[in-house]
Antibody, heavy 120, light 112 residues
Framework: QVQLQQSGAELVKPGSSVKISCKAS????????MHWIKQQPGNGLEWIGWIYPGNGNTKYNQKFNGKATLTADKSSSTAYMQLSSLTSEDSAVYFC?????????????WGQGASVTVSS | DIVMTQGVLPNPVPSGESASITCRSS???????????LNWFLQRPGQSPQLLTYWMSTRASGVSDRFSGSGSGTYFTLKISRVRAEDAGVYYC?????????FGSGTKLEIK
């Protein structure tokens, strides 16, 4: 079955960067978009962007331009999101999710979430 | 950006009753292909969101037929028939009509 296994919780200092991973299994990694979504404590969901591992194409929410960078490693079926210049506003749980229908944002499988806490 | 506004439920809902969750978009979600680009998700406490319906009314694989989506271009409803304890959580609507993709703020469902 489709599974997305994300990396563990991170405690990072303001101004630093963090890289979160999302390892996919149970399907052809290069054939589906991988979306990333932010959820702050007690808040709703915010779409960050997607990457198509087949060719590396990306689409970002303009709000996250310069903040998030999406990459993918086809050899290990793993997607990554790097967050830079971290502030307290970046403290959140970050989810990866498979886009089951290309280019449509229909996300049928989600990772368990990776918690990022930004604190000195 | 398209703003998604969700309604509030009169919680708790008695088990076995029906519940309707509403969502409104600031712009029509109907695309030129005739599809309405609106999805619904359920996030149970401590879990990741789960896709329930997409294209407004198409149920995702494995989702119970107690869940049904309907609506027009800007006003949408997710109806849950015969609610059960396992239906408790926060429901989100999401528009995928245009970028950036946006979600509603969520509607909490509690079961009595």
């Amino acid at each position: 079955q489709v599974q997305l296994q994300q990396s563990g919780a991170e405690l990072v200092k303001p101004g630093s960067s963090v890289k979160i991973s999302c390892k996919a299994s149970g399907y052809t990694f290069t054939s589906y978009d991988m979306h990333w979504i932010k959820q702050q404590p007690g808040n709703g969901l915010e779409w960050i962007g997607w990457i198509y591992p087949g060719n590396g194409n990306t689409k970002y929410n303009q709000k996250f331009n310069g903040k998030a960078t999406l990459t993918a490693d086809k050899s290990s079926s793993t997607a990554y999101m790097q967050l830079s210049s971290l502030t307290s506003e970046d403290s959140a749980v970050y989810f990866c999710a498979r886009g089951v229908i290309r280019g449509t944002g229909v996300m049928d499988a989600w990772g368990q979430g990776a918690s990022v806490t930004v604190s000195s | 950006d398209i703003v998604m506004t969700q309604g509030v439920l009169p919680n708790p809902v008695p088990s076995g009753e029906s519940a309707s969750i509403t969502c409104r978009s600031s712009k029509s979600l109907v695309y030129k292909d005739g599809k309405t680009y609106l999805n619904w998700f359920l996030q149970r406490p401590g879990q990741s969101p789960q896709l329930l319906t997409y294209w407004m009314s198409t149920r995702a694989s494995g989702v119970s037929d107690r869940f049904s989506g309907s609506g027009s271009g800007t006003y949408f409803t997710l109806k849950i028939s015969r609610v059960r304890a396992e239906d408790a959580g926060v429901y989100y609507c999401q528009q995928v009509r245009e970028y950036p993709l946006t979600f509603g703020s969520g509607t909490k469902l509690e079961i009595k």
